[in-house]
């Protein structure tokens, strides 16, 4: 098996220098920023968003420019948003031209590839660092060959009712959790803000349809590989949504999983951005999931994770007690909360 791209699982000598210009402030549209922020074991020194010049975001300070982030000593620039369609706005590309001439490495998990950019790459060369694509699959990827069955990991998916609601988020305060308490846990990514995160992965959207499962398949063997015994795959879309639910049976079917975390947005009715496009109920979003598993695999949710962001804090606990009476499954909002209740249910199951 040609080995998973990997830059390292534990921290280097990365300093980050996150470009979130415009989007520092969302949760949506700056959520790899805010995900190398909380668990990135490498440190982020200062965050670009010229429109919040000035203020702070968990400690780290906010600058205008690359120059005046140049002070605190980053080596590495990383685009910390995802853009319209996965590519550069021109204002964009003069970001990224000002990091590679200031010396920094250059870090994306868009589908526009900077090391496909010839006056990127001329520059890179000029400058002597590095180009890094997050969301550049391997080139030789396959169909599953039936390993995800044989491997001796117990692997858990998390599974969405909408996208950008926490799917990755929970993979990793799961495995956080595993590992406190000693489990020999490995969180799996499968996209570009967890590649940031964990230093290896594939990003499963930029793979060819027919190769996604294969590709799921190779990352919970790699995950085995380096030494979980228990394995938290990030989870990417949604079955319930009209534009992504691809990835997200490729996922199911290429990783194997036996059980599913079932994430939720407090409080959600419709598919994000698909106003009339009303989302299943929760007992209905459980039977699919269990439906369409693997029949050499049977999966089953063993709980639900709540992101109650939105909520106060009365409220959040009235929402995921109503969410454990309604699907009669342990229901808790990890990041508010903790893990542990959720990880009883995934290891109990």
């Not at 996208?163 to 956080?176: H, N, P, W």
């Not at 063993?302 to 454990?324: H, K, M, V, Y």
Request: proline share 7%; with cysteine.
């Amino acid at each position: 098996m040609t080995p998973v791209s990997d830059t390292g699982t534990k921290a280097s000598q990365k300093r980050y220098l996150i470009l979130a210009e415009g989007r520092s402030g969302d949760p949506h549209y700056g959520k790899t920023a805010r995900g190398i922020l909380r668990y990135a074991p490498d440190p982020t020194v200062a965050i670009l968003d010229s429109t919040r010049a000035g203020e702070s975001y968990e400690g780290v300070p906010v600058v205008a420019t690359v120059e005046e982030g140049l002070p605190y000593g980053p080596t590495t620039a990383v685009v910390g948003v995802a853009t319209q369609g996965g590519r550069f706005p021109p204002a964009w590309r003069e970001l990224l031209k000002q990091s590679i001439a200031a010396g920094l490495d250059l870090e994306s998990g868009l589908h526009e590839f900077v090391g496909e950019d010839a006056e990127l790459v001329e520059l890179a060369r000029e400058h002597g660092v590095e180009l890094r694509d997050l969301r550049k699959p391997p080139p030789d990827l396959n169909v599953p060959t039936g390993e995800n069955l044989q491997i001796a990991a117990r692997i858990v998916l998390t599974v969405g009712s909408d996208c950008a609601i926490g799917k990755k988020t929970v993979a990793l305060e799961l495995d956080l959790e595993a590992r406190r308490r000693g489990l020999a846990s490995v969180f799996v990514p499968t996209g570009q803000t967890g590649i940031a995160i964990a230093g290896w992965g594939i990003a499963v959207d930029a793979v060819v349809s027919d190769f996604l499962a294969g590709a799921a398949e190779r990352l919970v063997v790699e995950g085995h590989r380096r030494g979980g015994e228990l394995l938290f795959v990030e989870g990417q879309g949604s079955l319930a949504h009209p534009a992504y639910s691809g990835v997200t049976l490729g996922l199911i079917h290429g990783s194997a999983p036996h059980v599913f975390v079932l994430c939720h947005n407090a409080g959600a009715t419709e598919v994000e951005g698909y106003p009339g496009y009303p989302l299943p109920t929760l007992t209905q979003l459980i039977e699919v999931h269990e439906r369409i598993a693997l029949p050499l695999r049977p999966a089953r949710v063993a709980c639900l994770a709540l992101n109650t962001a939105e909520l106060d804090e009365d409220e959040a606990r009235a929402a995921i007690a109503q969410t454990a009476e309604e699907t009669g499954l342990p229901a808790e909002d990890p990041v508010r909360f903790g893990a542990g209740t959720l990880l009883e249910a995934v290891l109990g199951d």
